[in-house]
């Protein structure tokens, strides 16, 4: 882009180059909007980035947030970051929070406060929705919370009529996963699931435990039930039950503890009634100990198993 008088542009990098943003996030910037060249640096943009630093952007942060959202420089203070501002304080009442979130999602200062912000809040402590739970909404998943009004209503509706309860955090956790996936994209995973022998009450329920479930790709949702319901065979409904093990890493978490437990079964050292969350939802520390280091004098390659160093075909029955 070619300007007649380079002294607009020049001061405009000068401000954000004093002001700690990388030569690759100027870059970032003009690519998407190549006006912001001419911008005017004392009027239009410092004020903004003063703003920032006022409720508690850190020096390190600010460069990060604008220049992954370059909007934010040309929204009115008065009429929209400000008034952003106050209300997303009013929501989550800790400064920190309103910083936290505007990380997450540079997004979030530019939704509309009254025809979209206020309403969606509103409905959901009309509702009884505990503070904790819209702050947990808000600061994670802004984009949902702040999504247009009448698709809002729709997805609370829809997380009414399935029973979720208000007062609990996984209502709002359902209400995020259905303004993420559209109706023929949920129907799909529904047909999925089916075909993996669930029932619609079998999914319904499973969505109730772990709404994200909806979320997963169908590529995942396929390899994992493959190898738990036809390879170790297991019934998919124990997955239905335990529908955060589809998030699991199939080859880091799901096979090596399986490979484990296979072989402590077969030796009569466990039972074989082990659920699927004693199996998988242990955290690494925990699994160790309970399932390979109890077992190592009896089973001394158990722990090269785990690690897939070696196949469960090689240890000696």
Not at 221 to 229: L, P, Y
Not at 279 to 285: G, M, S, T
Not at 301 to 310: C, S
């Amino acid at each position: 882009m070619n300007f007649e008088n380079p002294k607009r542009p020049d001061s405009v990098l000068n401000l954000l180059k004093e002001n700690g943003f990388t030569n690759t996030q100027i870059s970032k910037i003009v690519r998407v909007r190549p006006l912001f060249l001419l911008s005017d640096p004392e009027k239009t943009l410092l004020p903004k980035i003063e703003f920032f630093r006022s409720v508690g952007v850190s020096s390190s942060d600010l460069p990060v947030i604008l220049s992954s959202n370059p909007s934010l420089f040309s929204r009115s203070l008065k009429k929209q970051l400000i008034p952003c501002y106050d209300f997303l304080k009013s929501v989550l009442l800790v400064e920190e929070k309103v910083v936290t979130t505007l990380k997450h999602s540079p997004r979030a200062f530019l939704y509309n406060v009254t025809n979209n912000m206020a309403p969606n809040i509103a409905l959901l402590r009309q509702l009884g929705v505990p503070q904790s739970s819209i702050s947990f909404l808000v600061s994670n998943y802004p984009c949902e919370a702040f999504s247009k009004h009448t698709r809002f209503v729709e997805a609370v509706h829809q997380v009414m009529e399935m029973g979720f309860d208000p007062l609990k955090t996984v209502f709002v956790l359902a209400i995020q996963v259905l303004l993420k996936i559209s109706k023929p994209k949920l129907e799909s995973k529904l047909e999925l699931y089916k075909r993996w022998g669930w029932s619609k009450n079998m999914a319904v329920s499973a969505f109730k435990r772990h709404p994200n479930c909806m979320l997963a790709s169908e590529e995942k949702i396929t390899k994992a039930m493959d190898f738990i319901v036809n390879k170790m065979g297991w019934p998919s409904a124990n997955i239905a039950v335990n529908p955060a093990v589809l998030f699991f890493s199939l080859e880091k978490r799901i096979m090596p503890r399986f490979s484990v437990i296979q072989i402590l079964v077969a030796k009569d050292l466990v039972k074989n009634d082990l659920s699927l969350s004693s199996i998988l939802k242990p955290n690494e520390r925990s699994f160790l100990e309970k399932f390979v280091i109890k077992y190592r004098d009896d089973i001394p390659q158990l722990l090269i198993v785990y690690q897939g160093k070696k196949d469960l075909l090689e240890v000696g029955s």
